[in-house]
């Protein structure tokens, strides 16, 4: 596991997502608008609304919060209208980065990504030049400990699964987009299968760049910078950090 899974999973194993309640809102927020807009308020025709109901919901946000959002972007209410589009770049030591963005002002953002990159040893490239290296995909992390990795097979191939990947301390579940809330729903009913760690669709690299050292500390603080711009929705990255050095760093 590299790049945004393996990032991802530390940070909610550190608590780093809790610490950003407030920014997590924001980001949910955007998503069910925007969501809702794009496919309608309601969340058993609309895959990606459903989607982030369930975060919404896992992050403790208030219902109310949920369906204002919700009823603004499907025009019931007045609100911000926001524009989502993809920037694409290198971070040290070669890592490809991609970034989600949503935002009501493209030409704000454009500078305060540009300088994000620019200040952590990154450069920002142009459309395309990156995108061909991921694949959106489902992911289910596991903690390894505790996790009959038999049990697991069985149930999510039958399920629909693609695959499972080992990885030092963690199994991972992957699955085609389209099947993802299938093998999901059949985690969640299963009573002797423990917690996952993280449960999302998000972009898989097909290639990775292993870093370490200074160019590692380097990579994981263009992370953290681009995911704390407030226009920034999601980061995926093909670095390669092996995870002990990642939990120091």
Known sequence: MSGHSKWSTIKRKKGAADAKKGKAFTRLIKELTIAARMGGGNPESNPRLRAAMAAAKSENMPKDNIERAIKKG???????????????????????????????NKNRTAAEVRHIFTKNNGNLGESGCVAWMFEKKGTIVYDKTGVDEEKLMDIVLEAGAEDISDDENTLMVMTDPKDFYAVKDEIDKAEDIPKYILAEITMVPQNTVKVEGKEAEQVLRLMEALEDSDDVQNVYANFDIPESEMENL
């Open 74 to 104: 499907a025009g019931e209410l007045e609100g911000t209208t926001y524009e989502e589009f993809v920037y694409e770049g290198y971070g040290p030591g070669g890592v490809a980065v991609l970034v989600d963005i949503m935002t009501d």
